[in-house]
């Protein structure tokens, strides 16, 4: 490959400007026009019919103009599994689920208006551990579930609580078992956690006299969101627009819809107005999606010498009240379940169940924080059992190129050796630092991989307009939340155009006008959107030749580009500018050649496969991105305080797009990972939540957050865009497990859950005694 | 947005009205406890008495009767106060661990005490230096020694009618070192899981603790095997801790750990304050 | 009832007067009275910063304030760092250093930046941790916003 211009340069962000100015719109500054306000009544009662709903009061009050109920809504809505209605029908199934929605000419009467209303419910018994969910007498949360709508690659159980049970069968664990030396199993528990994005779910809708609906939203995904609406409401795709703004911050609670559909009928009613719907933080924190918790069951073989012959994995995740998503983050975690090991036998199984808790979803990770806590704390445990290092207990086992992952995929361009050891060379493993007198010090290592959790036919494309004077417009579908995607996509357009980034101009997504984008999820968007963008520019860049080559009568295979001046390579002096070539688009003697140039592209995995319902072999990875965490602690063992005196994480790129960006990525996926380690779970009492504000939701904050040295190691990817594969999810994931391993390291205690509490640590330090 | 009246005055004799006109009247100082707590529906006040006109509830003085702060004084003042910062620095330290620098330049220490959280974080420096609160309303002034002022969660020793015009820390100042320790989950911003403060006057010591009872408690079991018996192993003295204590769990923290952090912080704060 | 009050003001410079409704944040009262949208909202107790504003030259919570408390007030937002196209050092020196990633806590951070450096030219570490504890960044910009603003104290 010759020099790369663009790609691999720190070029400042796209949307750098606006966002240090304040001028950056975000969803909520682009509500305008006349504004009619939406708000919920939300359940007070976990599990329950409804008996009453008494919307008279609420209706009569000065300034309402409608008030909605679940059965003004024809259609349930879902990604995979469609079992959500938009409010409850007859039934709530979780604490907060909306009953009504009232809508005024301003906020403070749509709120007064709610507590008008009134609801009576049937109490029913309800269920919020996935155990009790699973027992035959269990009470049943979707006694439709049968009759949903479901991907053919989900597997819910009618008649049962159960909405997916993934199963996979790689080799022969019993063999696998019987080669073993050692046998070890272990329980595991990871709890809910809130994205708590700063910035809450917002939507707003409008209809317009010709039947034309637009919706503003908060959405990772415009044209998801387009398909489900489109289908809830029984409308063709061309009348419904999904605007897009920046988004302050995803993390995966924006993926699929949620809140937009509310307002749908509300525009339809009232044409003209704008409806707008904005969550508080507090029905952010709760009715939108949480992470699954996971209860789980590790058992391992493992032959003396280190080497892992058998995994059986047992996943029961608590889907909650809806799993319309979850069912995928249950299955992702399936197929990847061997982490980055390879591992000859493994029998999984992974069931997501119904409680009647908040609803599960996507978090950045999509199950493999939860799924990977548990690999990188088996694999201490078998370290320890076998008096071995840690480290090369990962070495051994660990992924290279050639070995299959848990669902027989073959992977190619890993070096997870090098993940792991530029980590461990960075916090000095294997040197023992002397603690301050009270306190104790370790060090913990973990791995991590993941690939995108996406259909096999998500697909991404791309167009790039060129202007007159050579400048170009790239448009995508994909949405810019942070991840600076705007700043990488543009990288690529520009070297594969060979025009400079200052000349390419590039906007969020509105589905009316940008092509069409799956979800920006996943961690897949530079390499999905990116090779579209790569060939839309390559097919804008042929074009430019061709009419080169016909202006200036020379063969296009004479041509060359230089992002200013197209020149026959043969005589330098035949040459025409970019902007002669894109404005003319005709010879001198006013003969045509060709219109004005837009290149398009598009793209869609093809080594991607189903897998097998009975054994979950196939290919369900795009690509796989791996990683590695390193920690070193000092742990205050009276308190349990634990400060993190080293924290290193690497992550393999593929190829930097943006360096910085990527840099910053690596840190922000590792702060999310440290506070989910010390400080974050969401709790419940039977179904409520308890801690849904930031009051009692505790983030990390600067004065918690140590320095991180990150590193991007750089194995190509084959077949991403200049050998670029997604790294957005995966820096979280190793965190939690690391820490946990530096505490035991010091301690001497193991943990099989999260956050690790001062509290937590100190009754571990006193079940020790 | 929330339905009420609003009014400043700087008048005091006009405030008393006020405060007697409605049933549910709000003084306003720094507003982040009173804002949250309507916001949430925990205050549905009638009317708010915004006090921030009052001058008299702007000294901040030090004078042969200790250093007076006024109700509105804030707590990025207080600790940037140089009679604070040299003579009690316990009480700082307490201002300090409020909240963020944002909340401290709003919060003010008589909001904090009025608020009466049993984990308000300068009580338990202001027990410990028996602090007073001036108290004001039209019937006169009277002064109210600080740990009579907690009555419970939420509820302090104002009748109907007054006012917190400020808070006097007496002298003679302390002689000896005083620390303020706050237990939380975070170590950020965040409410104490705990609150301890020791000050010692020579040989002698003073113990507050905070968030392991309904309100700000002195420990006097500690300062009493201390003071009258004493006691110089640290730990058997902090150990007496929970004779004084009856703490709860909830989300920031349980039973058990509050009693057993207590007694932690109480220790070191007894080898910091009273030497190894 | 939303009883509205006059308010007299002084908004980045400009000297306004208006009506404040009674029961409206600062917050709520900046973005949809003075249509100054670069403040934020994430939270609505005082816990996230997003809403930061500089009150009197302090940085303040804007939702735990009264809009009627405004009045005799000075404001400053976000908008006013940066005039006549020329950006402020702090803005700068964020963009510099990638301080940022999906821009929703950054006015209330430079906000915060702003009233730091202001009273601690040089700050150290613990400074800048002090002055912004209070600002929650969950895209966890946190090493970049330390170097962005050590940066801009030697400009
Ligand atoms: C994000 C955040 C973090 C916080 N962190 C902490 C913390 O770490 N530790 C802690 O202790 N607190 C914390 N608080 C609580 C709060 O900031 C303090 O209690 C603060 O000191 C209250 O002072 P204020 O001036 O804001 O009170 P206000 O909210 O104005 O008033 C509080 C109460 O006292 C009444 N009142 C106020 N002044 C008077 C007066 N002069 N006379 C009579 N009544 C009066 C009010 O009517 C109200 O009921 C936090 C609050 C927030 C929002
Ligand atoms: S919105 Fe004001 S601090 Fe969060
Ligand atoms: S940049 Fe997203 S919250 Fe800070």
Not at chain 2, 161 to 176: A, D, H, N
Request: proline share 5%; net charge negative.
């Amino acid at each position: 490959m010759s020099e790369l211009k663009c790609v691999g340069k720190a070029v400042t962000r796209k949307d750098a400007i606006e966002k240090v100015t304040g001028s950056a719109e975000f969803i909520e500054d682009r509500f305008l026009g006349p504004l009619l306000y939406a708000k919920m009544k939300k359940s007070t009662v976990a599990h329950g019919k409804i008996k009453k709903l008494d919307l008279s009061k609420a209706l009569k009050h000065p300034g309402v103009k409608t008030v909605l109920t679940g059965k003004d809504y024809k259609n349930k809505i879902g990604l995979y599994l469609v079992d959500r209605d938009f409010m409850a029908v007859d039934k709530v199934r979780f604490w907060g689920e909306p009953v009504a929605l009232v809508v005024a000419s301003t906020e403070k009467a749509a709120a007064e208006a709610v507590e008008l209303i009134e609801v009576d419910y049937e109490e029913l018994p309800g269920v919020f551990d996935p155990f009790e969910a699973l027992k035959p007498e269990a009470p049943l949360i979707h006694e439709e579930l049968g009759s949903y709508e479901v991907v053919p690659i989900f597997y819910p159980k009618a008649g049962t609580n159960v909405a997916n049970h993934f199963k996979l069968r790689k080799g022969d664990t019993e063999k696998g078992f019987a080669e073993a030396d050692i046998v070890i199993e272990k329980e595991y528990y990871v709890p809910q956690m809130q994205h708590v994005p700063i910035e809450t779910h917002k939507a707003a809708a409008h209809w317009s006299p010709d039947g034309k609906l637009t919706v503003w939203s908060t959405a990772q995904s415009p044209n998801v969101v387009r398909q489900l609406l489109a289908k809830a409401f029984e409308m063709p795709m061309h009348k419904i627009r999904v605007i897009s703004s920046y988004i302050g911050g995803g993390f995966g609670c924006k993926a699929g819809a949620s809140l937009e559909g509310l307002v749908v009928p509300v525009a339809q009613k009232f044409p003209g107005y704008v409806v707008r719907i904005v969550f508080n933080r507090e029905e952010d924190m709760q009715g939108t999606f949480t992470r699954q918790a996971l209860y789980s069951t590790l058992k391992t073989g493992v032959r003396k010498d280190g080497r892992i012959t058998a995994l059986e994995y047992k996943m029961i995740w608590d889907g909650g009240a809806y799993t319309e998503y979850g069912v995928n983050i249950v299955r992702a975690a399936g197929y990847s379940s061997s982490g980055a090991y390879d591992i000859p036998n493994v029998k999984t199984d992974s069931y997501c169940v119904y409680t009647n808790n908040s609803i599960g979803g996507p978090v950045r990770g999509f199950g493999m924080c939860e799924m990977q806590w548990g690999i990188e704390r088996q694999i201490d445990y078998i370290a320890r059992e076998l008096n071995m290092d840690p480290l090369e207990v990962r070495l051994i086992n660990g992924m290279k190129k050639g070995s299959t992952t848990a669902s027989g995929q073959v992977v190619h361009d890993v070096d997870y050796e090098k993940c792991l050891k530029t980590v461990a060379d960075q916090i000095g493993w294997g040197k023992k630092e002397q603690p301050e007198k009270g306190k104790l010090r370790g060090k913990g290592i973990a791995g991590l991989v993941k690939c995108p959790a996406q259909p096999s036919n998500a697909a991404s494309s791309a167009i790039i307009r060129i202007n007159e004077d050579g400048t170009a417009h790239v448009m995508i579908g994909a949405t810019e939340m942070g991840q600076g995607m705007l700043t990488a996509i543009s990288q690529i357009a520009s070297e594969a155009l060979n025009i400079p980034i200052e000349k390419i101009d590039i906007k969020v997504p509105d589905t009316d006008f940008t092509p069409y984008e799956w979800q920006s999820v996943g961690s897949r968007i530079t390499y999905t959107c990116g090779t579209s963008v790569k060939r839309a520019a390559e097919d804008a860049l042929g074009q430019i030749y061709y009419i080169a080559a016909n202006l200036l009568e020379v063969p296009v295979e004479d041509l060359t580009f230089d992002g200013k001046i197209v020149y026959s390579t043969k005589d330098p002096e035949i040459k025409a500018t970019i902007r002669e070539v894109a404005d003319s688009c005709k010879k001198c003697t006013g003969e045509g050649i060709a219109g004005p140039i837009i290149g398009k592209g598009s793209f869609v995995p093809k080594n991607m496969t189903n897998l097998d319902p009975e054994t979950g072999q196939g290919n369900p990875g795009m690509f796989y991105c791996f990683g590695a965490t390193g920690v070193e602690v000092e742990v205050d063992i009276e308190t349990g305080v634990i400060k993190v005196l080293q924290l290193a994480t690497s992550i393999d790129a593929g190829k930097a797009i943006n360096p910085q960006l990527c840099t910053v990525q690596l840190h922000g996926g590792t702060i999310m990972g440290l506070s989910t380690a010390l400080y974050e779970d969401v709790r419940f009492d039977k179904g409520v939540m308890l801690n849904r504000n930031f009051t009692d939701y505790k983030i990390a904050s600067i004065d918690n957050t140590p320095h991180i040295e990150s590193f991007i190691i750089e194995t190509p990817e084959t077949n991403g865009p200049y050998g670029a594969r997604g790294i957005g999810e995966q820096p979280m994931i190793g965190v939690a497990p690391a820490v946990a391993n530096a505490v035991c390291d010091a301690l001497g205690v193991e943990f099989n859950t999260f956050p690790l509490t001062p509290e937590r640590v100190w009754r571990a330090l006193k079940e020790k005694k | 947005m929330l339905s009420y009246e609003y009014i400043k005055t700087g008048d005091l004799q006009e405030a008393f009205k006020l405060l007697e006109s409605r049933e549910h009247v709000y003084p306003l100082a720094g507003g982040t406890d009173l804002i949250v707590g309507m916001r949430g529906g925990k205050f549905v006040p009638e009317l708010i008495l915004d006090l921030k006109d009052i001058e008299e509830f702007k000294v901040l003085t030090e004078d042969n009767k200790g250093i007076t702060i006024g109700a509105l004084v804030t707590l990025n003042e207080i600790c940037q106060f140089k009679p604070v910062v040299d003579n009690i620095p316990i009480l700082a330290e307490g201002c300090h661990s409020v909240g963020s620098y944002m909340i401290r330049n709003r919060a003010t220490i008589a909001g904090n005490i009025c608020n009466a959280s049993p984990a308000a974080d300068t009580s338990a420096p202001l027990y410990c230096l028996d602090a007073v609160v001036n108290i004001i309303g039209s019937g006169g002034s009277r002064t109210v020694p600080v740990d009579e002022f907690f009555n419970g969660p939420g509820q302090n020793a104002l009748n109907k009618g007054e006012l917190v015009q400020s808070v006097t820390v007496l002298k003679p100042y302390p002689e000896g070192k005083g620390v303020y320790f706050k237990a939380s989950r975070t170590g950020s911003v965040d409410l104490a899981t705990v609150g301890v403060a020791v000050q010692s006057w020579g040989d002698r010591v003073k113990v507050a603790v905070g968030a392991v009872a309904p309100t700000p408690v002195r420990a006097l079991s500690v300062e009493n095997a201390v003071n009258e018996y004493g006691e110089k192993d640290w730990s058997k003295a902090a150990a007496l801790v929970n004779n004084d204590i009856s703490p709860i769990t909830d989300l920031r923290g349980s039973r058990e750990y509050r009693y057993h952090i207590v007694e932690v912080l109480v220790r070191r704060g007894l080898e910091q304050t009273m030497g190894v | 009832m939303s009883e509205k009050i006059t308010i007299s003001f002084t908004i980045n410079g400009d000297k306004e007067t208006r009506e404040a409704a009674v029961g409206q944040t600062l917050l709520s009262f900046i973005r949809d009275e003075l249509h100054l949208t670069g403040t934020k909202s994430g939270c609505e107790i005082g816990e996230c910063g997003a809403c930061t504003v500089l009150l009197n030259g302090k940085p303040v919570n804007s939702c735990l304030v009264l809009a009627v408390e405004l009045d005799g007030k000075e404001l400053v937002t976000i908008e006013a760092l940066s005039k006549n196209g020329k950006l402020d050092k702090l803005q700068q020196t964020f963009i510099d250093h990638a301080a940022f990633q999906c821009g929703y806590c950054t006015p209330g951070m430079i906000i915060s930046a702003k009233a730091l450096l202001e009273r601690k030219p040089n700050p150290s570490d613990e400074d800048i941790n002090e002055a912004l504890s209070g600002n929650l960044c969950r895209c966890g910009a946190y090493q970049e916003i330390r170097a962005a603003i050590k940066d801009a104290a030697k400009k």
